[in-house]
């Protein structure tokens, strides 16, 4: 039974920085493929950031340059560095795991099987 905890959020000033990690519990991080999105109300559920079980990863085209995805695999733990935040990175931040094949990074947010409650990043 995968489970997923997120922490590290809060409120922030723009142009500041904050880091969000994520608790696996139950998985393989050797066999699962991670990532992080974000939901604003009224609006729909957007991918940030992925990686993969190579340590491969990929960026939404708005945080490119911002954002790192980070994996210790060791504490079983995902991080998402994020730097020189803005008001529009404001939403509340989920992570979410699926098993995936090597080689790859699951960017659709309808392909990842397990996901956490979530984490509130508010920047003003």
């Known amino acids: 039974h995968v489970q997923l905890v997120e922490s590290g959020g809060g409120s922030v000033q723009t142009g500041g920085s904050l880091r969000l990690s994520c608790a696996a519990s139950?998985?393989?991080?050797?066999?699962?493929?991670m990532g992080w999105f974000r939901r604003v109300p009224g609006l729909e559920r957007e991918g940030v950031a992925g990686?993969?079980?190579?340590?491969?990863?990929a960026y939404a085209d708005s945080v490119k340059g911002r954002f790192t995805i980070s994996q210790d695999k060791a504490k079983s733990i995902v991080y998402l560095q994020m730097n020189s935040l803005q008001p529009e990175d404001t939403g509340v931040y989920s992570c979410?795991?699926?098993?995936?094949?090597?080689?790859?990074?699951?960017?659709?947010?309808?392909?990842?099987?397990?996901w956490g409650q979530g984490t509130q990043v508010t920047v003003s």
């Open positions: 979410a795991a699926v098993s995936c094949p090597r080689g790859v990074v699951v960017a659709a947010a309808d392909q990842y099987e397990h």
């Open positions: 139950g998985y393989s991080s050797n066999t699962f493929c």
């Open positions: 990686i993969g079980i190579d340590g491969r990863t």
